[in-house]
């Protein structure tokens, strides 16, 4: 998925600026690491205030989950626009590749929570699986618009390769890694289209 720009201030009200100020954090930082200071700052809003909308850092996951969530269904809003499910795949993927810089430093928004919520009890892992199932039900729906009975199995395999050239932007610090996987994604949307 894709992530806005790190230095955007968040907009919306003082609940809305911490959560998506919380999916940043997080990603820059990792849940375990960030402190609620460090939302409250990232988000301008006061320390005492968050206390108001967010009583323990667990809500904070919760509503970084949803950040990831709101900006998915814009996502997938924009990307309906385009006239053909190939076109609004290689977008998807051009988002992708868009945000290699930001991969290359810290991964893929929602796979490294989903990594780090995984190693925990609390079920919150699960809410985020939700989300990202969303993305591939979606991507799943395209292949289907192209005609492919096997769409199941390739939306899966997108995510995957995404997921995966994420983790290895990131682990080499390399943006270009994303660049070529990017237009290697799109010509192979482009055969399964044909």
């Known amino acids: 998925m894709t992530n806005s720009a790190a230095d955007e201030r968040p907009k919306g009200g003082k609940r809305e600026r911490l959560g998506a100020a919380a999916a940043r954090v997080f990603h820059e930082q990792g849940v375990e690491k960030t402190t609620i200071a460090d939302i409250a700052h990232a988000a301008d809003v006061p320390v005492g205030n968050v206390y108001y909308y967010f009583?323990?850092?667990d809500q904070l996951v919760r509503?970084?989950?949803?950040a990831h969530d709101q900006t998915l269904n814009g996502l997938i809003a924009t990307?309906?626009?385009?006239?053909?499910?190939q076109d609004r795949l290689k977008a998807l993927i051009g988002g992708w590749v868009d945000e290699r810089e930001t991969a290359a430093r810290f991964g893929c928004p929602s796979g490294t929570l989903a990594a780090e919520?995984?190693?925990r009890t609390d079920g919150l892992d699960r809410?985020?699986?939700?989300?990202m199932r969303q993305l591939v039900d979606w991507v799943e729906a395209q292949f289907a618009a192209m005609g492919r009975a096997d769409a199941e199995e390739l939306a899966v395999a997108l995510i995957a390769a995404y997921q995966g050239i994420s983790l290895l932007t990131n682990t080499f610090r390399d943006p270009?890694?994303?660049v070529t996987e990017?237009?290697?994604l799109a010509r192979w949307i482009d055969s399964l289209a044909s």
Do not use: C, F, N, Y
């Not at 509503?63 to 949803?66: E, L, P, R, S, V």
């Not at 990307?79 to 499910?85: N, S, Y």
């Open 117 to 119: 919520l995984d190693k």
């Open 182 to 184: 990017g237009e290697r």
């Open 79 to 85: 990307l309906e626009q385009l006239p053909a499910p």
């Open 55 to 57: 009583k323990t850092k």
């Open 63 to 66: 509503a970084a989950i949803g």
């Open 176 to 178: 270009e890694l994303m």
């Open 127 to 131: 809410e985020l699986a939700g989300v």
